[in-house]
């Protein structure tokens, strides 16, 4: 299973599925949808597809996607030449129905794997054409259905000799840039797949990922080098099983989004969230509890002072799963702070010698750096602290 294919189809599900012929007498149809009603005269998508559903021949073998009435229909007709069909040839699509908003790119694979099937079956025994084995594809239709929208995939058993494998491939982006400070966070559980489907390094360093290792000491703790690890979570993170969160620090100052209102609203959500930052060994704590220390965050606030003014609360509540839950959901977001020196002022005989300049030391480290001196919550290096102690310093809020 898929966990990325799941989640994309759980938020963008196939909305039917269907299967059409042109019949000698009775011209082109819908011999079989699942589930049934979808496309109809009724909704008017009937009329608006038909005609690209079971296309003239300049549009066979080909894959058609077709937008009307807020529908987004994908199919791949084939036509067969034979002598046994009652007009010497045989037209079919097996197909499916989005709305309208979602991509089409994700089924296209699967459609046009499932016409090559299905062309293999029909020549081999007719399986499509034949009336006797044609009674087989309204349930084929239902697995797929359900299966695809349930876990992104499905397995399918044609007949004895024939198992059709489908799979919907989500969109994907660049894996993200994975470095030393990051925290990787499991998003699945691993005794969820199979021991054999994972590299040897990733066998290594997946015991040390548990939300508050950073990467450079999960590669330290598992004894792997550090560039390997940080290839491996950056695999994993663009498969989705893990995602990058900030280190955790007393110093830190975080904010709310709009997405911790979505809190309210779901009682699952609200389940999940509890059972998370529950301190282990002390009483349960509330939704009020854990909405009290979200919105006690706030610029300047930092976790320390946090848990100063709420004492109550946090005796129920833990602060560093209370800040994992909120990153891992984006209910709330880190504000980073860097130190900016005020270069010196270069007087001269002109007229504006006056006027100064303010700017960032080009050997202003990042946070994050192996080497220097800590300041608040960055590494510098060594000469820039020199440089601090003789200019004013800055804060520059993100």
Known sequence: MDPAAQLYVKKHPIECMFFSEFHHK?????????????????????????????????????????????????????????????RNQYVFNFGLVLDNENKS??????????????????????????????SRIPDMLKQMFDQLNKKGSCTISVNESTTI???????????PAVYDHHVPILCVDPEDYDANDWDLTTLQVLPFID???????????????????????????????VKLISVFQYTNVYITTSKVNLIMDDLEFQKE??????????QRPSL???????????PGVKVQDLCLRHQDEISRVNEQ?????????????????????????????????????MGRDPNMGRAGSKSGSRYGDSILP?????????????????
Not at 216 to 240: G, M
Not at 273 to 282: K, Q
Not at 288 to 298: I, K, S, W
């Open 26 to 86: 009775q011209g082109p149809r819908i011999t079989y949808q699942y589930p049934d009603g979808c496309i109809t005269k009724e909704s008017g998508l009937l009329e608006a597809v038909i005609n690209y559903i079971i296309p003239k021949p300049d549009l066979q073998q080909k894959l058609i996607t077709v937008n009307a009435v807020g529908k987004k229909v994908i199919g791949c007709p084939v036509c067969l030449n034979n002598s046994k069909y009652p």
């Open 105 to 134: 790119s994700p089924c296209i694979p699967l459609i046009k794997k499932l016409s090559t099937y299905m062309v293999e079956v029909e020549k081999e025994d007719s399986f499509v054409s034949s009336e006797a084995t044609k």
């Open 165 to 175: 494998y489908l799979k919907i491939f989500p969109p994907t982006s660049l894996p």
């Open 211 to 241: 939300g508050f290792r950073h990467v450079q000491k999960i590669a330290s703790t598992a004894d792997v080098d550090p560039e390997l690890t940080r290839i491996c979570v950056q695999n994993l993170a663009f498969y989705n099983l």
């Open 273 to 282: 969230c509890l059972n998370y930052v529950a301190r282990t060994g002390h």
């Open 288 to 298: 009020r509890d854990v909405m009290t220390l979200y919105c006690g965050l706030a």
């Open 321 to 357: 799963k209370l800040i994992q839950f909120g990153l891992i959901h984006e209910m709330i977001r880190k504000i980073n702070m860097y130190p900016v020196t005020l270069k010196p002022v270069h007087h001269s005989s002109s007229k504006n010698s006056g006027s100064q300049s």
């Open 382 to 398: 060594k000469r820039t602290i020199t440089a601090l102690s003789k200019h004013k310093r800055i804060y520059l809020m993100q």
